[in-house]
C-alpha cells in the first residue's frame, strides 16, 4: 500500500534521503555498468583472436600481430563468393517474407477472420517442427521433386516457409497497433485495398517491416543446415556452410581462420544492422503507442 | 454455412498435405533407376563428378587439391587421347562426418548427386542394406571389375572394407595403423628408456607410474575414452584394447557384450583413471582430443594411444596442427601391446586396428562405364604417387608403400609390421551404434562407475541394438 | 489531386506518437473495404509458402514418426508403419526425459527469468540515462543477438575454457573451472540469457514508453518506493506485454538449437536439450522415425504451453479493461 503523502511534509529526514538516492544511484550505474561488460565481453576475442599468429581460446594481446589468417582467407577459393552466397540468400528470403508477411498480416489484422489467432499459433508451432532436424528428409525430398536441388531458389523457398510464421505473427501484433482512422478517410476517398496499404500502411509500419526485414535476415545468415542438405556445388555454398569447413585434416578446428572469417562473416549483418537501426529504429511492438 | 476463411483455408492445407504424404510416401523417392550396366557406354562427350568430404583450403585440403589439380585434368587428356570430351567436377564437402554421411545418403536415396563418392568403410553396411549403393559388379560389369589389376596390390583386409557380404562395393583409399607413442625427452627424465617397447598391459602401466611418481604436473597417459571423442575413443582406445584381450567387436555372429575381453579392456580404463594415470575431464570436452594433441605437443602427455595420423599431420614439424619441431627425436612409438604376449587375436603378441574409407560409385549414375573408367584411374600407381604429393603417408597400394615410405621410418614400419597385424572393424549397418555404447562404456568408467557395471549396461544397451541376447556373446 | 496522395500526405504529417491503439481483443470491422475474397487474396501468397514448404513438410516428418524409417539400413529401403511404437519407446525413454527436464531448466532459467529479468531491469534503469548510455548498452544487446550462432558459439567456448578463457582470466584461476564440463547448463543457461536478452529488451522498452508518464509522476508525488510504483503502476499496463513476450521466447527457446554448437549436449547427455537430442537422433543415430515422434511430442508440449499462456494473457487483458 503506497504511503499517502504531500510534498511538503517529507516522512524521511533530508539526509537519510539523500544518501539513499545516492545509493540508489550507485547501483544503477553498477547494474548498467555490469550490464555493458557482460554484453561487451564475449566479443572480445573475436576482435584480438584474428590478429593473432597462433591464436588460442584466450584473449590476451597477440604475441604475433599479423594478417596471415585474413590473407589466407582471401586465397580460400570460396570465402568471398560464400559471402555473395549469403547475401543472395538472405536478401531473397528478406524480400519475400516481407512482402508476404506485410500482405497476410495486413488482411489478418484488418479484415474479420475468426479463428485466425488459432491459425497462427498452429503454423507457429509447426515451424519449430519444420526448422528442426528431424524434417530433413522430408524437405530435402519436397525441393528433389520440384527440381530445385543445388538452386538458391529453393532454400529460399523453404527458408522462408519456416520463418512466415512468426513474421506474420509480428507483424499483426504491429500492425494491430496503427490506427485505422488514416485507412478509413483513404477508404472514404475511395482508395483500394493495396493502395491503402502501399501508401499508408507501409510508411507508418516501417520501423516494423524493418525490424522483420532485419530479423529474417539475421536468421537466413546464420542457418547452416538447410543450405548444407539443400546445395551440393561450393559455389554456391553460403558462409553459414563454409565456416563449418575450417578444420584441419584430423578434424581440429583452425582458429585462426575460423575467427578471422567470423569477423568478416559478422560485418555485413552488422552493417546491416546499424542502418536499419539509426534509420527506423529498432522496434518489435509499439509503433504509435505513446 | 459460415465458415472463416481462416478455418477453410486451414482444413484445405492440411487435407492437400495428408494426401501428397499419403501418396508420394507410398510411391516414395528417387527414380527408378536404369540398371544396365552398358548404359551409355559409348557417349563421346560426359560429365562425371567426383564428391568426397574434403575442401581447399579446409578439411583433407590434400585429398581436395590431388583431385582438382591432378586427377581431373590428368583425366580429362588421358580421355581426350581417347577421343572424348570430358568433364570432371569436383564436389567438396567440409562438413562433420556425420552431417556428411546424410548428405551422401540424402543424395544417392534420390539417385541424384555425384557419380563417384567418397565414404568411410563402416558405411559400406548400412548404405548397402538401404540400396544406396550397389556391388561394383553389378554397377559396371563383372569382368570389367575384376578384371582390374588394381586389386592383386591391395591387401585383402583393406579391400574387405569396402565389401559386404563378399562383394565388393567400392575401392579402398588409404588405410592406417594404430601405434602407442611417447615423449621420449619425458622418458628420459622418469628413468625410462628411449627404444621403449612394452610387452603387456602391465608395462605401460608401469611406465605410466613411474612418469606419475617422477613427474607430477605431467598427465603419464592419454587413452581415449567418452562420448566426445566419437569414433576415435573406438578406434584409438577401446578396440585396440580388445584385440589386444583377445576378441573382436564382432565375430562368429555375435557381438561383443559382458564378456572377459570387455571387462579386461574396462578394466585397463579403470587402473588408469582411478589410479590417477590420466586426465578424466579432457576425455569428456567437447574438443577433447585436439586438447591432448596441444598436451602431448606441450610435453604435458607422456604416454598416448594414435593413429599414424598423429605422427603425420599432428606432431608433423611443419604443418602439424600440434607441431613439434623435435619430433624425430623427441616422439617414439611402439607397437600396441596384446594383454599379455600371446593373449591378442590370432594368438599375437602384438596388435592394432585399421580404418579407412574409400570411393563407391552411385547406382543412379549416367555414365557407369565412364565413372568405373575414373575411379580406376584415381587408384592407379601414378594416381596414389601424387595423392602423396611428396609426403610419406600409408596408401592402399603395397608397390606404391614399398616405394614411397622408404625414408620415413615411422610410417614404414607401421606399413610393414602394423598392417599385417591389425583388425578391422565389421561393416554392419548397426556397428556405429555398437561403437557408441562401447564408447557409453569407457565414459562410465571414467567418470566413475566400476567396470563391472559399465560392461554389464554395455550387455543390455548392445542388446537392444542388435535384436537379442542370442546376438550377443557373454560371460 | 487523387485523393490517395491527400490521404498519404496526411497521414505522414499527422503520425505521431499519440494514438489510439485498437484495444486488443475486441472483433475488428471492416474498415478498409477489404471484403472476404481481398482479403483472402492477401493471405494467400503467405499462405501458399507456408502450405507447401512449411504444412507439407511438417505434416510428413509427423507421419514419418509413425514408421521406423531410417536413413541408412534396411529399413531406409522398406520403412515399416509401427504406429504407436515409437511413441512408447519415447515415454519409456530415460534418455528423453533427461533432455524435457533439461529444455525445462534451460527454458525456466535463460527465457522466462533470465532474458525476461535482464529485459526488464536494463530496460527500467535505461529509462532515466543518458541517450549515449542508452544507445550504447542497446547497441551491444542487440549485437549479442545479431551475430550469427557459430560465431557466439565460438564466442562462448573461448569464455568458457578452462586454460586460457576470459572467465577464468578475470577470476584468476588459469587453468581454472573447466566450464562447460563440470556445469554444462549454468553455461548454456548463460549464454542464452546473453544470447536473446535483446528481444525482451526492446519489447519492455516500448512497453514502458506506453505508461503515461501522468501516472508515473502522481505515483512519484504520492511518495511511492520504486518497488511499489513497478508493482501497481507499471505492472497493470505491461501484463500483457510481459506474458507476449514470455511466450514467445519460451517457444524460441522451447526449441533452439544453438546450445548444440557449445556443448554438442555433452558431456555425457548433461546438457542434451530437446533439439539438440532431436539431432543426435536424427543425424548421429540415423532413427528418423524416432526423432519425427518425438517431434511431435515437443509440438504438443509446446501447444500446451502456449495454451497455457494464452489463457493467461486473456485473464490479463479482462483484468485491464475491468479497471
Same mark, same amino acid.
Given at each position: 500500500?503506497?504511503?499517502?503523502?504531500?510534498?511538503?511534509?517529507?516522512?524521511?529526514?533530508?539526509?537519510?534521503?539523500?544518501?539513499?538516492?545516492?545509493?540508489?544511484?550507485?547501483?544503477?550505474?553498477?547494474?548498467?555498468?555490469?550490464?555493458?561488460?557482460?554484453?561487451?565481453?564475449?566479443?572480445?576475442?573475436?576482435?584480438?583472436?584474428?590478429?593473432?599468429?597462433?591464436?588460442?581460446?584466450?584473449?590476451?594481446?597477440?604475441?604475433?600481430?599479423?594478417?596471415?589468417?585474413?590473407?589466407?582467407?582471401?586465397?580460400?577459393?570460396?570465402?568471398?563468393?560464400?559471402?555473395?552466397?549469403?547475401?543472395?540468400?538472405?536478401?531473397?528470403?528478406?524480400?519475400?517474407?516481407?512482402?508476404?508477411?506485410?500482405?497476410?498480416?495486413?488482411?489478418?489484422?484488418?479484415?474479420?477472420?475468426?479463428?485466425?489467432?488459432?491459425?497462427?499459433?498452429?503454423?507457429?508451432?509447426?515451424?519449430?517442427?519444420?526448422?528442426?532436424?528431424?524434417?530433413?528428409?522430408?524437405?530435402?525430398?519436397?525441393?528433389?521433386?520440384?527440381?530445385?536441388?543445388?538452386?538458391?531458389?529453393?532454400?529460399?523457398?523453404?527458408?522462408?516457409?519456416?520463418?512466415?510464421?512468426?513474421?506474420?505473427?509480428?507483424?499483426?501484433?504491429?500492425?494491430?497497433?496503427?490506427?485505422?482512422?488514416?485507412?478509413?478517410?483513404?477508404?472514404?476517398?475511395?482508395?483500394?485495398?493495396?493502395?491503402?496499404?502501399?501508401?499508408?500502411?507501409?510508411?507508418?509500419?516501417?520501423?516494423?517491416?524493418?525490424?522483420?526485414?532485419?530479423?529474417?535476415?539475421?536468421?537466413?545468415?546464420?542457418?547452416?543446415?538447410?543450405?548444407?542438405?539443400?546445395?551440393?556445388?561450393?559455389?554456391?555454398?553460403?558462409?553459414?556452410?563454409?565456416?563449418?569447413?575450417?578444420?584441419?585434416?584430423?578434424?581440429?578446428?583452425?582458429?585462426?581462420?575460423?575467427?578471422?572469417?567470423?569477423?568478416?562473416?559478422?560485418?555485413?549483418?552488422?552493417?546491416?544492422?546499424?542502418?536499419?537501426?539509426?534509420?527506423?529504429?529498432?522496434?518489435?511492438?509499439?509503433?504509435?503507442?505513446? | 454455412?459460415?465458415?472463416?476463411?481462416?478455418?477453410?483455408?486451414?482444413?484445405?492445407?492440411?487435407?492437400?498435405?495428408?494426401?501428397?504424404? $499419403?501418396?508420394?510416401?507410398?510411391?516414395?523417392?528417387?527414380?527408378?533407376?536404369?540398371?544396365?550396366?552398358?548404359?551409355n557406354?559409348?557417349a563421346?562427350?560426359f560429365t562425371l563428378t567426383i564428391a568426397?568430404?574434403?575442401?581447399?583450403?579446409?578439411?583433407?585440403?590434400?585429398?581436395?587439391?590431388?583431385?582438382?589439380?591432378?586427377v581431373i585434368?590428368?583425366f580429362v587428356?588421358?580421355q581426350?587421347?581417347?577421343?572424348r570430351?570430358v568433364t570432371v567436377k569436383f564436389q567438396?564437402?567440409?562438413?562433420?562426418?556425420?552431417?556428411?554421411?546424410?548428405?551422401?545418403?540424402?543424395?544417392?536415396?534420390?539417385?541424384?548427386?555425384a557419380d563417384i563418392?567418397?565414404?568411410?568403410?563402416?558405411?559400406?553396411?548400412?548404405?548397402?542394406?538401404?540400396?544406396?549403393?550397389?556391388?561394383?559388379?553389378?554397377?559396371?560389369?563383372?569382368?570389367?571389375?575384376?578384371?582390374?589389376?588394381?586389386?592383386?596390390?591391395?591387401?585383402?583386409?583393406?579391400?574387405?572394407?569396402?565389401?559386404?557380404?563378399?562383394?565388393?562395393?567400392?575401392?579402398?583409399?588409404?588405410?592406417?595403423?594404430?601405434?602407442?607413442?611417447?615423449?621420449?625427452?619425458?622418458?628420459?627424465?622418469?628413468?625410462?628408456?628411449?627404444?621403449?617397447?612394452?610387452?603387456?598391459?602391465?608395462?605401460?602401466?608401469?611406465?605410466?607410474?613411474?612418469?606419475?611418481?617422477?613427474?607430477?604436473?605431467?598427465?603419464?597417459?592419454?587413452?581415449? $575414452?567418452?562420448? $566426445?571423442?566419437?569414433?576415435?575413443?573406438?578406434?584409438?582406445?577401446?578396440?585396440?584394447?580388445?584385440?589386444?584381450?583377445?576378441?573382436?567387436?564382432?565375430?562368429?555372429?555375435?557381438?561383443?557384450?559382458?564378456?572377459?575381453?570387455?571387462?579386461?579392456?574396462?578394466?585397463?580404463?579403470?587402473?588408469?583413471?582411478?589410479?590417477?594415470?590420466?586426465?578424466?575431464?579432457?576425455?569428456?570436452?567437447?574438443?577433447?582430443?585436439?586438447?591432448?594433441?596441444?598436451?602431448?605437443?606441450?610435453?604435458?602427455?607422456?604416454?598416448?594411444?594414435?593413429?599414424?595420423?598423429?605422427?603425420?599431420?599432428?606432431?608433423?614439424?611443419?604443418?602439424?596442427?600440434?607441431?613439434?619441431?623435435?619430433?624425430?627425436?623427441?616422439?617414439?612409438?611402439?607397437?600396441?601391446?596384446?594383454?599379455?604376449?600371446?593373449?591378442?587375436?590370432?594368438?599375437?603378441?602384438?596388435?592394432?586396428?585399421?580404418?579407412?574409407?574409400?570411393?563407391?560409385l552411385n547406382?543412379?549414375t549416367k555414365y557407369p562405364q565412364q565413372a568405373w573408367e575414373l575411379l580406376?584411374f584415381m587408384?592407379?600407381?601414378?594416381?596414389?604417387?601424387?595423392?602423396?604429393?611428396?609426403?610419406?603417408?600409408?596408401?592402399?597400394?603395397?608397390?606404391?608403400?614399398?616405394?614411397?615410405?622408404?625414408?620415413?621410418?615411422?610410417?614404414?614400419?607401421?606399413?610393414?609390421?602394423?598392417?599385417?597385424?591389425?583388425?578391422?572393424?565389421?561393416?554392419?549397418?548397426?556397428?556405429?551404434?555398437?561403437?557408441?555404447?562401447?564408447?557409453?562404456?569407457?565414459?562410465?568408467?571414467?567418470?566413475?562407475?566400476?567396470?563391472?557395471?559399465?560392461?554389464?549396461?554395455?550387455?543390455?544397451?548392445?542388446?537392444?541394438?542388435?535384436?537379442?541376447?542370442?546376438?550377443?556373446?557373454?560371460? | 489531386?487523387?485523393?490517395?496522395?491527400?490521404?498519404?500526405?496526411?497521414?505522414?504529417?499527422?503520425?505521431?506518437?499519440?494514438?489510439?491503439?485498437?484495444?486488443?481483443?475486441?472483433?475488428?470491422?471492416?474498415?478498409?473495404?477489404?471484403?472476404?475474397?481481398?482479403?483472402?487474396?492477401?493471405?494467400?501468397?503467405?499462405?501458399?509458402?507456408?502450405?507447401?514448404?512449411?504444412?507439407?513438410?511438417?505434416?510428413?516428418?509427423?507421419?514419418?514418426?509413425?514408421?521406423?524409417?531410417?536413413?541408412?539400413?534396411?529399413?531406409?529401403?522398406?520403412?515399416?508403419?509401427?504406429?504407436?511404437?515409437?511413441?512408447?519407446?519415447?515415454?519409456?525413454?530415460?534418455?528423453?526425459?533427461?533432455?524435457?527436464?533439461?529444455?525445462?531448466?534451460?527454458?525456466?532459467?535463460?527465457?522466462?527469468?533470465?532474458?525476461?529479468?535482464?529485459?526488464?531491469?536494463?530496460?527500467?534503469?535505461?529509462?532515466?540515462?543518458?541517450?549515449?548510455?542508452?544507445?550504447?548498452?542497446?547497441?551491444?544487446?542487440?549485437?549479442?543477438?545479431?551475430?550469427?550462432?557459430?560465431?557466439?558459439?565460438?564466442?562462448?567456448?573461448?569464455?568458457?575454457?578452462?586454460?586460457?578463457?576470459?572467465?577464468?582470466?578475470?577470476?584468476?584461476?588459469?587453468?581454472?573451472?573447466?566450464?562447460?564440463?563440470?556445469?554444462?547448463?549454468?553455461?548454456?543457461?548463460?549464454?542464452?540469457?546473453?544470447?536473446?536478452?535483446?528481444?525482451?529488451?526492446?519489447?519492455?522498452?516500448?512497453?514502458?514508453?506506453?505508461?503515461?508518464?501522468?501516472?508515473?509522476?502522481?505515483?512519484?508525488?504520492?511518495?511511492?518506493?520504486?518497488?511499489?510504483?513497478?508493482?501497481?503502476?507499471?505492472?497493470?499496463?505491461?501484463?500483457?506485454?510481459?506474458?507476449?513476450?514470455?511466450?514467445?521466447?519460451?517457444?524460441?527457446?522451447?526449441?533452439?538449437?544453438?546450445?548444440?554448437?557449445?556443448?554438442?549436449?555433452?558431456?555425457?547427455?548433461?546438457?542434451?536439450?530437446?533439439?539438440?537430442?532431436?539431432?543426435?537422433?536424427?543425424?548421429?543415430?540415423?532413427?528418423?522415425?524416432?526423432?519425427?515422434?518425438?517431434?511431435?511430442?515437443?509440438?504438443?508440449?509446446?501447444?500446451?504451453?502456449?495454451?497455457?499462456?494464452?489463457?493467461?494473457?486473456?485473464?490479463?487483458?479482462?483484468?485491464?479493461?475491468?479497471?
Amino acid at each position: 500500500m503506497s504511503r499517502l503523502t504531500t510534498v511538503d511534509t517529507p516522512a524521511v529526514a533530508p539526509g537519510r534521503e539523500a544518501a539513499l538516492a545516492v545509493v540508489r544511484r550507485i547501483l544503477f550505474y553498477v547494474l548498467v555498468g555490469l550490464g555493458t561488460v557482460f554484453f561487451a565481453l564475449p566479443m572480445l576475442w573475436l576482435l584480438s583472436a584474428p590478429l593473432d599468429d597462433t591464436p588460442t581460446y584466450a584473449v590476451r594481446l597477440p604475441d604475433a600481430l599479423t594478417l596471415d589468417n585474413f590473407a589466407e582467407i582471401s586465397r580460400n577459393r570460396y570465402a568471398v563468393s560464400s559471402l555473395v552466397n549469403s547475401t543472395v540468400l538472405a536478401v531473397g528470403t528478406m524480400v519475400l517474407v516481407v512482402v508476404a508477411a506485410a500482405l497476410a498480416a495486413y488482411a489478418l489484422s484488418r479484415a474479420r477472420v475468426p479463428g485466425r489467432d488459432a491459425l497462427l499459433y498452429l503454423l507457429l508451432l509447426l515451424s519449430s517442427v519444420v526448422t528442426g532436424t528431424a524434417a530433413m528428409v522430408p524437405v530435402y525430398l519436397l525441393i528433389y521433386s520440384l527440381k530445385l536441388i543445388d538452386t538458391h531458389v529453393g532454400v529460399v523457398l523453404v527458408l522462408t516457409g519456416g520463418l512466415l510464421p512468426a513474421a506474420i505473427f509480428l507483424l499483426k501484433d504491429f500492425i494491430d497497433t496503427i490506427p485505422r482512422s488514416y485507412e478509413e478517410s483513404a477508404r472514404v476517398f475511395g482508395a483500394s485495398p493495396l493502395q491503402i496499404l502501399r501508401h499508408i500502411v507501409v510508411p507508418v509500419a516501417r520501423p516494423g517491416l524493418a525490424t522483420i526485414g532485419v530479423w529474417t535476415l539475421v536468421q537466413v545468415w546464420g542457418s547452416f543446415l538447410t543450405p548444407f542438405i539443400l546445395l551440393s556445388n561450393p559455389d554456391k555454398q553460403p558462409a553459414a556452410v563454409l565456416v563449418r569447413t575450417f578444420y584441419t585434416e584430423g578434424g581440429s578446428p583452425d582458429l585462426g581462420l575460423i575467427t578471422a572469417f567470423s569477423l568478416l562473416y559478422s560485418v555485413p549483418v552488422v552493417l546491416m544492422y546499424l542502418l536499419a537501426w539509426s534509420r527506423y529504429g529498432f522496434r518489435f511492438h509499439g509503433g504509435i503507442k505513446s | 454455412m459460415h465458415r472463416s476463411i481462416g478455418a477453410r483455408a486451414r482444413m484445405l492445407a492440411a487435407l492437400a498435405g495428408v494426401l501428397v504424404v $499419403a501418396a508420394a510416401t507410398t510411391g516414395c523417392l528417387g527414380g527408378e533407376s536404369d540398371t544396365d550396366s552398358g548404359r551409355n557406354a559409348d557417349a563421346k562427350e560426359f560429365t562425371l563428378t567426383i564428391a568426397a568430404n574434403a575442401i581447399a583450403g579446409g578439411k583433407n585440403a590434400a585429398g581436395a587439391e590431388w583431385v582438382e589439380k591432378w586427377v581431373i585434368p590428368q583425366f580429362v587428356a588421358d580421355q581426350k587421347g581417347k577421343g572424348r570430351t570430358v568433364t570432371v567436377k569436383f564436389q567438396p564437402s567440409g562438413a562433420g562426418d556425420e552431417e556428411y554421411k546424410s548428405k551422401v545418403a540424402l543424395d544417392l536415396r534420390a539417385g541424384t548427386g555425384a557419380d563417384i563418392y567418397s565414404i568411410d568403410g563402416i558405411w559400406v553396411g548400412e548404405f548397402a542394406d538401404a540400396g544406396y549403393i550397389k556391388p561394383l559388379s553389378d554397377l559396371a560389369g563383372a569382368d570389367k571389375v575384376d578384371g582390374w589389376d588394381g586389386w592383386s596390390q591391395i591387401p585383402q583386409p583393406a579391400q574387405n572394407n569396402m565389401s559386404y557380404q563378399g562383394k565388393r562395393y567400392g575401392v579402398p583409399s588409404g588405410t592406417d595403423g594404430r601405434v602407442v607413442y611417447f615423449n621420449k625427452k619425458l622418458f628420459a627424465q622418469a628413468g625410462l628408456p628411449a627404444d621403449w617397447q612394452p610387452k603387456s598391459w602391465d608395462e605401460i602401466l608401469a611406465a605410466g607410474q613411474a612418469v606419475k611418481t617422477k613427474l607430477p604436473g605431467v598427465t603419464p597417459i592419454q587413452l581415449n $575414452a567418452g562420448t $566426445a571423442m566419437g569414433e576415435a575413443t573406438s578406434m584409438q582406445g577401446a578396440l585396440p584394447l580388445l584385440v589386444g584381450a583377445g576378441a573382436q567387436i564382432w565375430s562368429d555372429g555375435k557381438w561383443q557384450g559382458n564378456t572377459q575381453a570387455i571387462r579386461d579392456v574396462l578394466g585397463f580404463y579403470e587402473k588408469i583413471y582411478k589410479g590417477g594415470l590420466g586426465d578424466p575431464v579432457i576425455q569428456q570436452d567437447a574438443k577433447g582430443r585436439d586438447k591432448s594433441f596441444q598436451a602431448f605437443a606441450a610435453g604435458k602427455i607422456a604416454i598416448l594411444f594414435e593413429g599414424d595420423y598423429f605422427w603425420r599431420s599432428v606432431v608433423e614439424p611443419n604443418k602439424g596442427i600440434a607441431k613439434m619441431a623435435d619430433r624425430n627425436d623427441a616422439v617414439g612409438y611402439a607397437l600396441i601391446p596384446a594383454m599379455k604376449p600371446g593373449a591378442g587375436i590370432r594368438g599375437q603378441d602384438f596388435v592394432s586396428m585399421s580404418g579407412g574409407g574409400g570411393n563407391v560409385l552411385n547406382p543412379g549414375t549416367k555414365y557407369p562405364q565412364q565413372a568405373w573408367e575414373l575411379l580406376q584411374f584415381m587408384n592407379s600407381k601414378e594416381a596414389t604417387v601424387a595423392l602423396l604429393n611428396g609426403a610419406a603417408r600409408i596408401t592402399h597400394r603395397q608397390d606404391v608403400n614399398s616405394e614411397v615410405l622408404a625414408g620415413d621410418p615411422m610410417l614404414s614400419m607401421v606399413s610393414q609390421k602394423v598392417l599385417p597385424l591389425t583388425a578391422y572393424r565389421p561393416g554392419f549397418a548397426v556397428y556405429p551404434q555398437v561403437s557408441q555404447a562401447l564408447q557409453q562404456a569407457t565414459l562410465d568408467v571414467v567418470t566413475g562407475k566400476s567396470a563391472a557395471d559399465a560392461a554389464a549396461a554395455y550387455q543390455r544397451a548392445v542388446e537392444g541394438l542388435v535384436g537379442g541376447a542370442d546376438k550377443v556373446a557373454s560371460g | 489531386m487523387p485523393p490517395a496522395e491527400t490521404a498519404t500526405a496526411e497521414a505522414e504529417a499527422v503520425v505521431t506518437p499519440v494514438g489510439v491503439p485498437a484495444p486488443a481483443g475486441t472483433p475488428t470491422t471492416d474498415v478498409v473495404g477489404l471484403g472476404r475474397l481481398r482479403a483472402l487474396g492477401f493471405i494467400t501468397p503467405a499462405l501458399l509458402l507456408i502450405g507447401v514448404f512449411l504444412i507439407f513438410p511438417a505434416v510428413w516428418t509427423l507421419y514419418i514418426g509413425a514408421t521406423d524409417f531410417r536413413l541408412t539400413g534396411t529399413q531406409a529401403a522398406e520403412p515399416n508403419i509401427v504406429g504407436l511404437a515409437n511413441y512408447e519407446r519415447a515415454l519409456g525413454d530415460r534418455s528423453f526425459y533427461n533432455s524435457l527436464w533439461l529444455t525445462l531448466l534451460f527454458v525456466l532459467g535463460s527465457a522466462v527469468i533470465g532474458q525476461n529479468g535482464l529485459g526488464f531491469a536494463l530496460a527500467w534503469t535505461l529509462r532515466d540515462t543518458a541517450e549515449w548510455v542508452r544507445r550504447t548498452v542497446e547497441a551491444l544487446v542487440l549485437l549479442a543477438w545479431i551475430l550469427p550462432s557459430s560465431v557466439v558459439a565460438f564466442l562462448w567456448i573461448a569464455m568458457l575454457e578452462r586454460d586460457g578463457g576470459t572467465v577464468n582470466a578475470l577470476v584468476g584461476q588459469v587453468p581454472g573451472t573447466a566450464w562447460l564440463i563440470e556445469y554444462p547448463m549454468l553455461g548454456i543457461i548463460i549464454f542464452n540469457i546473453w544470447r536473446g536478452t535483446a528481444f525482451s529488451l526492446m519489447l519492455y522498452g516500448a512497453a514502458l514508453s506506453s505508461v503515461p508518464p501522468s501516472h508515473l509522476e502522481t505515483a512519484r508525488l504520492a511518495g511511492a518506493s520504486g518497488a511499489q510504483t513497478l508493482r501497481d503502476v507499471v505492472f497493470p499496463y505491461i501484463r500483457g506485454h510481459a506474458l507476449t513476450n514470455t511466450l514467445l521466447i519460451t517457444l524460441w527457446t522451447f526449441n533452439d538449437f544453438t546450445p548444440y554448437l557449445i556443448t554438442a549436449g555433452g558431456p555425457n547427455h548433461e546438457s542434451e536439450i530437446i533439439a539438440v537430442y532431436i539431432y543426435n537422433t536424427a543425424i548421429v543415430g540415423g532413427d528418423m522415425g524416432y526423432s519425427g515422434a518425438i517431434s511431435l511430442i515437443v509440438l504438443l508440449i509446446n501447444l500446451l504451453l502456449a495454451l497455457v499462456y494464452l489463457r493467461a494473457i486473456r485473464t490479463a487483458a479482462r483484468l485491464r479493461r475491468a479497471t
